[in-house]
T-cell receptor, first 115, second 114 residues
Framework: GENVEQHPSTLSVQEGDSAVIKCTYS??????FPWYKQELGKRPQLIID?????GEKKDQRIAVTLNKTAKHFSLHITETQPEDSAVYFC??????????????FGTGTRLKVLA | NAGVMQNPRHLVRRRGQEARLRCSPM?????VYWYRQLPEEGLKFMVY????????ESGMPKERFSAEFPKEGPSILRIQQVVRGDSAAYFC????????????FGQGTRLTVV
């Protein structure tokens, strides 16, 4: 079945450094790749997304890259701040082989930004 | 435009009771997804519904769990005869056009089975 792998599971960086989280997906029909940030005890919130017709998208300190051939996509956070500390989830969605839609999430990365 | 609303936020049930979790999607959204999250773990897909239709329930246990999204009213995730292992946070998300569009999450319902 469809699968999304996410690495690393935990990541600690010094404030001001960059953080990179990587995901790979299995379903070649996937065409939409959102990233969510979940703070402790709160709902996941969309922070950036990318569609399959582009290779990179940037929003201030956050960027996402997509390699459709290799079926992997990455989240890049530059100049990290303590408030970036949270769990980050990647997801892949599109029409799958069964003709249905769903969002499949990675297992999450717990990012800690050390002051 | 209110966001995705879930209620209750916290639900305590004794083993063997029924749990009903409600999700009202954002206005204009006709696609609802339910996910389960155990502490310190990821979001596990359970079921995807459109109005009056279950599109994909491959992630939902065949027994004791059911979901609906009626023409009027919220989507309901129903768990019958709850067991301690059902304790988790249950999140729903809604989107306007299904996969390929932004999905927004509700605050979640934290179910505790005692």
């Amino acid at each position: 079945g469809e699968n999304v792998e996410q690495h690393p599971s935990t990541l600690s960086v010094q404030e001001g450094d960059s953080a990179v989280i990587k995901c790979t997906y299995s379903d070649s029909a996937s065409n939409y790749f959102p990233w969510y940030k979940q703070e402790l005890g709160k709902r996941p919130q969309l922070i950036i997304d990318i569609r399959s017709n582009v290779g990179e998208k940037k929003d201030q300190r956050i960027a996402v890259t997509l390699n459709k051939t290799a079926k992997h996509f990455s989240l890049h956070i530059t100049e990290t701040q303590p408030e970036d500390s949270a769990v980050y989830f990647c997801a892949a969605s599109g029409v799958n082989t069964s003709g249905t839609y769903k969002y499949i999430f990675g297992t999450g990365t717990r990012l800690k930004v050390l002051a | 435009n209110a966001g995705v609303m879930q209620n209750p936020r916290h639900l305590v049930r004794r083993r063997g009771q029924e749990a009903r979790l409600r999700c009202s999607p954002m206005k204009g959204h006709s696609h609802v997804y339910w996910y389960r999250q155990l502490p310190e773990e990821g979001l596990k897909f359970m079921v995807y519904l459109q109005k009056e239709n279950i599109i994909d329930e491959s992630g939902m246990p065949k027994e004791r769990f059911s979901a609906e999204f009626p023409k009027e009213g919220p989507s309901i995730l129903r768990i019958q005869q709850v067991v301690r292992g059902d304790s988790a946070a249950y999140f729903c998300a809604s989107s306007p056009l299904g996969a390929g569009t932004e999905a927004f999450f509700g605050q979640g319902t934290r179910l505790t089975v005692v």
